[in-house]
């Protein structure tokens, strides 16, 4: 019974091993797509700070526009006192007023490009550093599922392996306790088999074991299962240790078997 136990442990590892390789196999998809994440993000920063750059440079080249329309409107004011076009005091008079005015806009124009001028050089930066960071972040990407998707292949191999293991301990199980592993297996979460440990405890429910079971577990001369989790138990403490009774030295053999014969 201790090699059909053994069996049995072996092939709860191969299924278990099994499973999580399924599963990570499964979840490589998933994984990709959690690590594009940081990419998607760079990617849409880089977008916007692009965005941003573009739209304050046509801002400054139709502030720019509006800057020389303006020159234009005050040279031709200008040239009105050149032409002979102001008649009067009154007219005069208001047309300082008009050139004032025209000139005051245009230092407002001339302000708010020097201000888009430092705000293009600032994007013009921060659209580099997007850009270089998106890269940066794509070339990791790129890395890691080449990763991900590359370990399809080991993981299919592993499988594979693991399938013909549990095909050969399968076939080696008695059938009966094979079902009752299935049984098990399938209302225990894959987890038919538990450990004793030296305390005397399942490693499963964590509960004690009675005492007569430990031993009956340690010896592994039949099936026994966990009074609690109904598990099929194996023991996983320490071996047993069986300490060797010294020999007596012939001299001291031969003098207790005197005595015994005198007596």
């Avoid at 390789?21 to 959690?34: C, G, N, T, Y």
């Avoid at 440079?57 to 329309?69: M, N, S, V």
């Avoid at 209302?187 to 430990?214: E, F, H, T, Y």
């Amino acid at each position: 019974m201790k090699e059909q136990l053994e069996r049995l442990i072996a092939l709860q590892e191969a299924d278990l091993r099994q499973e999580e390789l399924a599963e990570r196999k499964r979840r490589i998809p998933e994984m990709v797509e959690a690590a594009r994440q940081p990419l998607q993000a760079a990617q849409a920063f880089r977008d916007t700070t692009k965005q941003i750059f573009e739209k304050t440079g046509k801002e400054r080249k139709a502030c720019e526009q509006a800057l020389a329309e303006q020159e234009q409107a005050i040279s031709k004011l200008q040239d009105r006192t050149t032409k002979g076009e102001i008649k009067t005091n009154r007219e005069y008079q208001a047309h300082l007023l008009e050139v004032e005015l025209a000139k005051k806009k245009r230092g407002e124009i001339e302000e708010r490009l020097l201000i888009l001028m430092d705000e293009v050089d600032a994007k013009k930066k921060e659209l580099a550093q997007a850009e270089a960071a998106a890269k940066e972040v794509e070339q990791r990407f790129t890395a890691e599922k080449a990763g991900l998707e590359g370990s399809v292949g080991a993981l299919d191999e592993e499988l594979a392996g693991l399938k013909q293991k549990r095909e050969a301990l399968r076939a080696a199980v008695e059938p009966s306790l094979l079902r009752t592993y299935e049984k098990l297996k399938g209302s225990k979460k894959g987890q038919a088999l538990a450990g004793i440990n030296k305390d005397g405890s399942c490693m499963a429910c964590r509960l004690q074991v009675q005492p007569q079971v430990v031993a009956e577990v340690k010896r592994a001369t039949a099936i026994q299962t966990c009074f609690e989790c109904h598990r099929i138990l194996y023991w996983a403490g320490d071996p047993v240790q069986i300490v060797p009774v010294p020999e007596k030295p012939a001299e001291v053999v031969e003098v207790e078997e005197a005595a015994e014969t005198t007596e």
